[in-house]
C-alpha cells in the first residue's frame, strides 16, 4: 500500500516565523489533505489538494502530484499554530493513509 | 447543526470489559470511519464502511467489531480481546473523498 512520510518529525518556531512542511508518497495519489490536530485532539482540515496551489490565510499548500510530495507553507506563525500536522492521501476508493506527523511548537 | 460527534469524550472502564463508543453524523455521508491513535503516534485505521450494511477490516481490526445499520451511525465496541485498548479513538466521515472527523473519544482502561 501507500507509505506517507512527513519531514520534519517535530519543528520549533519563534512566533513571526514562516516554516515549510514536506508529505512525500511512495505511490500515485488522487486524493491528498492536510489536517492540524489542535491540543485538543480534534483533527481539523487545513487543505483538500491532490494537484495544484491553495491559499487560506496564513497558510498554502502545494502538491506537485507526478513527484509525488506536497508542501504545507505556514507564514507568520502564530502560537494558536502550534500542534501535529498530518498529511493523508489515498487512491481510487481506498482509505487515506495517514503520515505520522508534524509536530509543531511556536513559541512567543 | 451539522456534524460528527462522538460521545462519550472521556470513557474509563474496568479491564475485560466490552465498550461501545457512538459516532453520529448528519452530514449525509456515506462513509465512515474509526480510526486509533496512541500518544505521540499517527492515526491507524480500525474499520471503515463506505455503505450501510457494509463494512471492511483496517489494519488494526483486531478486538475491535462496528455495525452498519444506519447511515448516520457507525459504533465501535472494544472488546475484552483487545490487549491494549487505551488510545484516544477518532471518527471520520466523506463524501466524496474528502474526510472529517469527530473531536475523539479518549478511552482508558484501568
Known amino acids: 500500500g501507500i507509505q506517507v512520510e512527513q519531514s520534519p518529525p517535530d519543528l520549533i518556531l519563534q512566533e513571526g516565523a514562516n516554516s515549510t512542511l514536506r508529505c512525500n508518497f511512495s505511490d500515485s495519489v488522487n486524493n491528498l489533505q492536510w489536517f492540524h490536530q489542535n491540543p485538543w485532539g480534534q483533527l481539523i482540515n487545513l487543505f483538500y489538494?491532490?494537484?495544484g496551489t491553495k491559499q487560506n490565510g496564513r497558510l498554502s499548500a502545494t502538491t506537485v502530484a507526478t513527484e509525488r510530495y506536497s508542501l504545507l507553507y505556514i507564514s507568520s506563525s502564530q502560537t494558536t499554530d502550534s500542534g501535529v500536522y498530518f498529511c493523508?492521501?489515498?487512491?481510487?476508493?481506498?482509505?487515506?493513509?495517514f503520515g505520522k506527523g508534524t509536530r509543531l511548537s511556536v513559541i512567543a | 447543526d451539522g456534524g460528527i460527534t462522538q460521545s462519550p469524550k472521556y470513557l474509563f472502564r474496568k479491564e475485560g470489559q466490552n465498550v461501545t463508543l457512538s459516532c453520529e453524523q448528519n452530514?449525509?455521508?456515506?462513509?465512515m470511519y474509526w480510526y486509533r491513535q496512541d500518544p505521540g503516534q499517527g492515526l491507524r485505521l480500525i474499520y471503515y464502511s463506505q455503505i450501510v450494511n457494509d463494512f471492511q477490516k483496517g489494519d488494526i481490526a483486531e478486538g475491535y467489531s462496528v455495525s452498519r445499520e444506519k447511515k448516520e451511525s457507525f459504533p465501535l465496541t472494544v472488546t475484552s480481546a483487545q490487549k491494549n485498548p487505551t488510545a484516544f479513538y477518532l471518527c471520520?466521515?466523506?463524501?466524496?473523498?474528502?474526510?472529517?472527523f469527530g473531536p475523539g473519544t479518549r478511552l482508558t482502561v484501568l
Open positions: 471520520a466521515s466523506a463524501w466524496g473523498v474528502e474526510q472529517f
Open positions: 493523508a492521501g489515498n487512491s481510487g476508493n481506498t482509505p487515506l493513509v
Open positions: 489538494i491532490p494537484s
Open positions: 452530514l449525509n455521508h456515506d462513509a
